[in-house]
């Protein structure tokens, strides 16, 4: 099966492939506005500490199971189960990264919106105006369901050129160019006024702002910003060879992920704090709050501030773009092996689905406001299930099926590439998937809910 699959043709294709795919929209978006909501730097580390202590040993989790059954995710957790019933924990994670794509494709349309506006002059005006811009925009009948479709439709012509000529070669282009686009942001948002204020609060920790809540953040951030239980690196990882590391790969990783959200958070707190505006805003940040940071700082400059607003919104786009890749593979590889439709049939039943579902839950914003469940609407809803819910239920399982279930020669034969690598911390790993993470897990999973 390996070999009509397909796998990752070189180390870096692997790394910036599954990096890419764990970055997206909540880097420059979710990890810079909960970053300004608790404390700056001091969250920072607290976050890197969570993504030490749970995040790499559950993307190990995943990435393990992936590559020893070098099926979908579904097939994946039976193979390594022996057929048992934890191949409903991967087909949760099918469900997972289905429902996320359905509505995580309306967002990422939205970039491409701001893109087209950016060139055309109009993200230009007072803040009322972004805030109406936005509302009416997003609320519209066909345009948001139009960009939608448009990147979902860049999202197919991805995945139906398979693994290497697909996946790897887009990620091998799109990822540098998102560090690029990340750079010159930085360097234009360090170049403002008190700029250095941004740097002061994101990188000189201030404890006395650290609470419990804090911690749970941290844990949160952590987890989703790695694309955990979405299917996605269980996926991935059954393209990876016999000889990649796992665990060299899971760190690498991380440290893009996070790398990625430092530099954003070196572009929005400089710009925000430059002219007084507290990027804490929300959701917002991206659509509202930030097109007026740009209208303040740059204002002066106006070919400047054109610039900055057209490159922003194409590094949004890049890294939307890189995470649908990512969760439309786990369904497309999932229907191609279960249906035997082959790539790219699978993958038009995906991409049709996904504008489909993309279409309902951008009307649901809007004319369809009736299209609603427990009195959020269907867009909202999704998002806050698969978050709350779908996520933390799937990682909480995984980590049991690896720490309770598997044999834990599986588990070194795995870690340590069949005694070829000398990894001396496989019973701390251990360890930590039997109790640590599933503890953190049950504590974000309450945290979501709003139950502590």
């Given at each position: ?20 795919g ?52 579904a ?18 994670g ?24 950016s ?60 560090f ?6 930085m360097?234009?948002a ?14 000189k ?48 990783i ?65 890294a ?91 588990v ?9 690598t ?31």
């Open positions: 099966m390996s070999s009509e699959r397909g796998n990752f043709g070189t180390r870096l294709g692997v790394i910036l492939a599954t990096a890419g764990a970055v997206g929209l909540g880097n420059v978006w979710r990890f810079p506005y909960v970053t300004g909501q608790n404390g700056g730097a001091a969250f920072i580390l607290i976050y890197i500490g969570c993504v030490l202590v749970m995040g790499i040993p559950v993307m190990l989790c995943e990435m393990m199971i992936g590559r020893h059954a070098q099926a979908n995710t097939r994946a957790y039976s193979i390594m189960g022996n057929g048992t019933a934890w191949k409903l924990v991967g087909l949760l099918v469900l997972t990264s289905a429902l996320i794509l359905g509505y995580y494709s309306v967002v990422s349309g939205w970039t491409l919106q701001y893109i087209f506006s060139i055309a002059g109009n993200i230009h005006g007072t803040p009322e105006y972004f805030k109406e811009y936005f509302t009416a925009f997003s609320t519209h009948p066909i345009k948001p369901i139009m960009w939608g479709a448009l990147l979902i439709g860049m999202t197919h012509f991805v995945i139906v050129h398979g693994v290497q000529d697909g996946i790897e070669k887009a990620s091998k282009i799109m990822m540098p160019i998102l690029v686009l990340l750079i010159i942001l360097i234009c360090l170049s403002l006024p008190n700029a250095w204020k941004g740097v002061e609060f994101l990188l920790p201030d404890f006395s702002k650290v609470t419990g809540k804090t911690f749970l953040e941290a844990l949160g951030q952590s987890f989703f910003s790695l694309s955990i239980a979405m299917g996605c690196l269980c996926t991935y990882a059954s393209y990876f060879k016999r000889e990649t590391r796992l665990l060299p790969s899971a760190l690498q991380a440290a893009i992920d996070t790398m990625v959200a430092v530099l954003a958070g070196l572009i929005i707190f400089p710009a925000a704090l430059s002219v007084g505006v507290q990027p804490d805003s929300g959701p917002s940040l991206i659509f509202i709050t930030l097109p007026n940071v740009f209208e303040q700082a740059f204002g002066s400059m106006p070919f400047v501030e054109y610039v900055v607003s057209i490159l922003f919104y194409l590094l949004l786009t890049i939307a773009l890189t995470s649908n890749i990512s969760i439309h593979e786990v369904s497309t590889s999932f229907l191609s092996e279960e249906l035997h439709l082959g790539r790219r049939n699978a993958a038009r039943l995906v991409t049709l689905y996904a504008v489909i579902t993309g279409g309902i839950c951008s009307l649901s914003l809007g004319m369809w406001d009736w299209c609603s469940l427990f009195g959020m609407p269907l867009f909202d809803f999704l998002d806050w299930f698969t978050a709350n819910c779908c996520l933390p239920v799937g990682a909480f399982f995984t980590c049991l099926f690896i720490g309770w279930y598997v044999d834990h020669k599986v070194h034969d795995e870690i340590t590439n069949w005694g070829t000398n990894v001396r911390f496989v019973h701390l790993f251990v360890l930590a998937v039997k109790y640590i993470c599933p503890l953190f897990i049950i504590c974000v999973f309450l945290h979501q809910l709003g139950w502590i």
